[in-house]
């Protein structure tokens, strides 16, 4: 089993950048599948980005692909999500979520672990 935690979030102004990072505790991060989900009150939780456990394969949303990026630091146990260009939209609770298969999913249900998340706001 393992356990997420986010952090790095906060208020930043439209246009300015983000690092959020994801830290696994309990099993070692390598072993799994990471992506990060985002929700805003009253909707349902949004896939934004995957990074794969194995090759470093990585999956984004439309919405977010050329501004967000998703890495990881394997000896730091630690998956990153930097934003930038960030947009007010973007607003949201940012959560990450860990899977043991190879192949990026979209679909919340499809992940075992998840962390409490950590609020970003963009003011426009």
């Known amino acids: 089993q393992v356990q997420l935690v986010e952090s790095g979030g906060g208020l930043v102004q439209a246009g300015d950048s983000l690092r959020l990072s994801c830290v696994a505790s309990?099993?070692?991060?390598?072993?799994?599948?990471i992506a990060w989900f985002r929700q805003c009150p009253g909707t349902e939780r949004e896939f934004v980005a995957w990074?794969?456990?194995?090759?470093?394969?990585?999956d984004y949303t439309e919405s977010v692909k050329g501004r967000f990026t998703i890495s990881r630091d394997n000896t730091k146990n630690t998956v990153f999500l930097q934003m930038n260009r960030m947009k007010h939209e973007d607003t949201a609770v940012y959560f990450c979520?860990?899977?043991?298969?190879?192949?990026?999913?979209?679909?919340?249900?499809?992940?075992?672990?998840w962390g409490p998340g950590t609020q970003v706001t963009v003011s426009s």
């Open positions: 979520a860990a899977d043991i298969s190879v192949i990026s999913s979209r679909v919340p249900v499809r992940y075992d672990y």
């Open positions: 990074n794969s456990r194995r090759d470093g394969a990585t």
């Open positions: 309990g099993r070692i991060v390598s072993l799994y599948g």
